[in-house]
């Protein structure tokens, strides 16, 4: 053995501290997860209890906030780190003898999946205790999917779905086949597209993107549309966290939400202004059409919102100046460029004899109801409707977190109710994390999963 000589002057646990365990500590100390364990352990009653409750369920949530991915990996750790048992609460003096064996643990999960609504409670207290540290939670939300891939084998010929193949532990008869398609532009202006697809899941995420944590969630099979998602994910958020609903001003989207139906139910039943990127529908070469197709004027719009004037004398085309949004009316607000800009036109009479104005200029309205596509409340292109619209990334991250901290690139779970089950926990932990360094001051590192949790004196 390579003798290392000793060059510290105190023990390792005086300096570190176990920085590590402590975010694992972090999450247990927020988690509102006794009404669950007093469940649990009257369910057990006088059953053998080898193996606590509280602790074990320590463990389960160990293994995700240390990114096992399996249970297998996890219980090594537990057998080779007396600190770790210490923490979740296993009786020292067994030593490993007092960690669960794999089968102990592997009844436990199905105890815990075969009530995971209770997880949802757990995950619903945590919105609300979030909720009250952070006034703003809510206000400015963004909504996407992402496929989750399952571990286990497709089943290929429909009539062993029914047989033997649902009996066959290596097979997923809950999930199917999912297709992505990315589309875009390389600098030099040719087009690229990428077809991603993949057996397993599609996790809908509603969340804030200010703060970057879920609101909502629901779990489908992989070929599930996105768009029939988002009002259930709104309705879920709205009778289980009222207030927070209440907050919400605008819902960002990637183009896969472009609806002129959905659009319409965010605003109109909900009060909430979409910010959704737009697919190009428009066919051939058309690129503008008339604003007011019942009568002769020099106004037409393209497809991207963009409003525009054509000059009775030169017939040059310019973008008319946005002036806002008229709640009440349900409109959208422009001014000729030539009277707020001051741009020289020599067809601005011509167009002002077409309507009464005054020296404001001309004013044009445009209703969202042209094409609640195009016309949102918020007008598209504008300062504001790209900021907000920004704000989608959030979603992004912590999508890749779900991924790559929470341990969704590399699982071995199969089947709708595992996976739900390991969704829901993966989302507790991340919302436990949150709340854990707001209550501890540091609430700068609130959306960071495996950043050390700082030593407050």
């Known amino acids: 053995m390579a003798t290392i000589p000793q060059t510290n002057l105190f023990d390792w646990r005086q300096i570190d501290g176990a920085s590590d365990l402590d975010r694992l500590r972090l999450v247990l100390s927020v988690l509102p997860d006794e009404e669950f364990m007093v469940f649990l352990e009257q369910r057990r009653d006088r059953g053998r209890d080898d193996y606590p409750v509280r602790p074990t369920w320590n463990a389960l949530l160990a293994g995700i906030v240390f990114q096992h991915p399996h249970a297998a990996s996890l219980l090594r750790e537990l057998w080779r780190n007396a600190e770790l048992r210490e923490l979740c609460g296993f009786e020292c003096a067994k030593g490993v003898a007092g960690v669960p064996s794999e089968d102990a643990f592997g009844r436990f999960l199905r105890v815990v999946i075969e ?42 010929d429909e009539a062993k779905r029914q047989g033997d193949a649902a009996r066959d532990r290596r097979r997923d008869v809950d999930a199917d086949w999912g297709t992505k398609t990315y589309k875009g532009q390389h600098k030099d202006g040719s087009a690229w597209e990428k077809v991603v697809r993949w057996f397993g899941y599609k996790l809908h995420l509603l969340v804030d993107t200010v703060h970057e944590v879920p609101l909502a969630f629901s779990l489908t099979k992989a070929s599930a549309a996105d768009c029939p998602e988002v009002l259930p994910l709104l309705e879920q958020l709205r009778s289980r966290h009222p207030a927070v609903i209440e907050r919400a001003e605008e819902v960002a989207a990637d183009k896969a939400y472009d609806s002129g139906e959905l659009h319409e139910e965010l605003y109109e039943r909900h009060g909430i202004k979409p910010v959704v990127d737009i697919r190009q529908l428009w066919k051939g070469d058309e690129t503008t059409r008339a604003l007011f197709a019942d009568r002769a004027d020099h106004f037409v719009y393209d497809e991207q919102g963009g409003v525009y004037c054509i000059c009775p004398v ?90 790559q901290v929470l341990g969704f690139e590399r699982h071995t779970i199969r089947g709708l109710h595992k996976m739900e089950t390991r969704v829901t926990l993966a989302l507790i932990v991340m919302l436990a994390m949150a709340l854990g360094r707001i209550r501890a001051n540091q609430a700068d590192k609130m959306r960071s999963l495996t950043a050390p949790v700082r030593q407050v004196a």
């Open 115 to 156: 009530h995971r609504e209770k997880l949802l409670a757990i995950f619903d207290r945590l919105v609300n205790d979030l909720a009250r540290e952070l006034p703003a939670l809510g206000a400015k939300l963004a909504v996407d999917s992402k496929g989750i891939r399952s571990f286990g084998n497709p089943v290929r």
């Open 314 to 403: 030169t017939g040059e085309q310019r973008p008319l100046c946005f002036a806002g949004f008229e709640h009440d009316r349900r409109t959208l607000k422009y001014r000729c460029p030539a009277a707020a800009c001051g741009i020289d036109c020599r067809g601005r009479k011509d167009c002002e004899r077409l309507a009464d104005v005054g020296s404001f200029g001309r004013v044009v309205r445009v209703p969202l109801d042209l094409d609640r596509r195009i016309f949102t409340p918020i007008a598209r292109g504008t300062p504001k409707w790209k900021k907000a619209y920004n704000r989608r990334t959030a979603v992004e991250r912590i999508n890749s977190r779900i991924d």
